[in-house]
């Protein structure tokens, strides 16, 4: 079989050189070939000697995903369903502003946390993303998009690891994926540009506060156990106590001097100004000083699965309110590509679901949570 030449950071892909009898400089090329210039033809790499190329071609490729459908959205947003074998498509998202173009991109088939507001955790877990396959998303949406908008410079100047999967169950592909990113011989994003999210997978944070620290968000969603446990199952493994205690271990090697704290606002079940006000103790208690934390509230994002109803506005904004009083700066996530499903939580891709998660979540949602509608202003019902 060849080698995936996508699978490999620039020490990877050295090391592979070093097999071959080659020096490690010609990795330096052969990787700006593939990143800088999207090539996955050997023989476009003209100033690689003619035996080299040879050589190459014998026992390696550049593999992209294919591209089961692309979706346009008409704010800009665009969408890819790529194939990744064995009855698995993963998804990746491009969400362009006027400042910056993020990709969102996807690192597991499913996800095995099981979520309950999530459509990715609904629909159970089949594998783990090689970091050929993690990096393939980037490397095909770079270079789309290039040619697609005629442009010869970087398109792409964020990543976030907020697709389908939870990246820090897939640590190992992870990190050399997350290092192509950085490098400057690749992609050169600076690590305030790419961005872990993950629900709380305390010993993976730890370490990759040592091997990689890029910006971390975290997937918080709920100011206490109780609540936590049912919206995001890890919790019971890594209770809230140990998940900010981590996340202020790691503003130490963070790229910012603050951690993102992800909130989804799901109507009725942790959207109150009593949950607000339970939120700012929590990180109050928590944290070495006030700023050390920013929150990003998301409007939950429906679908048909969940049972599950986005806060209104004027609750999201009471929410915020509370927040922001307080000191913490919070912003609320703007919604992007909703005519194509492409926003937080909705991307599904079509996934073999090899464990049970999905009946669990399922059963779950009949017994534990109904959301109990229990506050709303006058205000609130007039939005
Ligand atoms: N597994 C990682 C990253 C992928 S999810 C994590 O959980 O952090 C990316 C973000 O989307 C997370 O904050 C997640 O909680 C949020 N999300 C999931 N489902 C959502 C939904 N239906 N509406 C809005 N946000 C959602
Ligand atoms: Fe997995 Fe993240 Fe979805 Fe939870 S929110 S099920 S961790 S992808």
Not at 43 to 48: A, F, Q, R, V
Not at 348 to 375: E, H, M, N, S
């Amino acid at each position: 079989m060849l080698a995936n030449l996508l699978d490999h950071d620039l020490e990877g892909l050295a090391a592979f050189c070093e097999r071959l009898g080659e020096k490690r400089f010609r990795a330096t090329q052969l990787f700006r070939w593939i990143h800088q210039k999207g090539a996955s033809n050997f023989d476009d790499m003209t100033d690689l000697a003619r035996p080299l190329r040879e050589k190459l071609r014998g026992v390696a490729q550049v593999q992209p995903l294919a591209v089961n459908t692309e979706q346009r959205s008409a704010d800009g947003t665009i969408k890819w369903l790529f194939d990744v074998g064995g009855g698995d498509a993963v998804e990746a998202v491009f969400i362009p502003e006027s400042d910056r173009g993020t990709l969102c991109i996807s690192s597991q088939a499913g996800c095995a946390v099981g979520c309950r507001f999530c459509s990715t955790g609904h629909q159970g877990f089949s594998r783990n993303l090689s970091t050929g396959e993690i990096v393939a998303q980037l490397w095909y949406a770079e270079h789309f998009l290039r040619r697609h908008l005629q442009r010869d410079e970087r398109v792409i100047t964020n990543v976030v690891m907020m697709g389908m999967g939870e990246p820090l169950q897939n640590y190992a592909a992870l990190v050399p994926a997350l290092r192509v990113m950085l490098d400057d011989h690749a992609y050169g994003l600076s690590r305030r540009r790419v961005t872990v999210s993950t629900s709380g997978v305390v010993p993976m944070m730890e370490r990759l506060a040592r091997d990689c620290p890029v910006a971390l968000a975290v997937s918080l969603h709920a100011p206490n156990d109780s609540l936590r446990d049912n919206l995001v199952p890890l919790n019971r493994k890594y209770p809230l106590h140990e998940l900010l205690q981590t996340c202020v271990a790691y503003l130490d090697h963070a790229p910012r001097d603050f951690v993102t704290f992800e909130y989804c606002m799901i109507d009725g079940v942790n959207d109150t100004p009593e949950h607000a006000r339970e939120l700012v103790e929590l990180v109050r208690t928590a944290g070495p000083r006030s700023n050390w934390c920013k929150f990003n509230l998301i409007p939950f994002n429906p679908f048909p699965a969940s049972g599950l109803e986005g806060s209104s506005a004027a609750r999201i904004a009471a929410f915020a309110r509370i927040l922001v009083d307080a000191g913490l700066v919070t912003t609320t996530r703007k919604t992007r590509g909703d005519d194509i499903d492409a926003a937080c939580g909705q991307l599904a891709g079509d996934v073999r679901d090899r464990t049970r998660v999905a009946g669990r979540i399922a059963r779950q949602r009949t017994i534990t949570l109904k959301p109990v509608t229990t506050f709303a202003t006058e205000h609130e019902k007039d939005d």
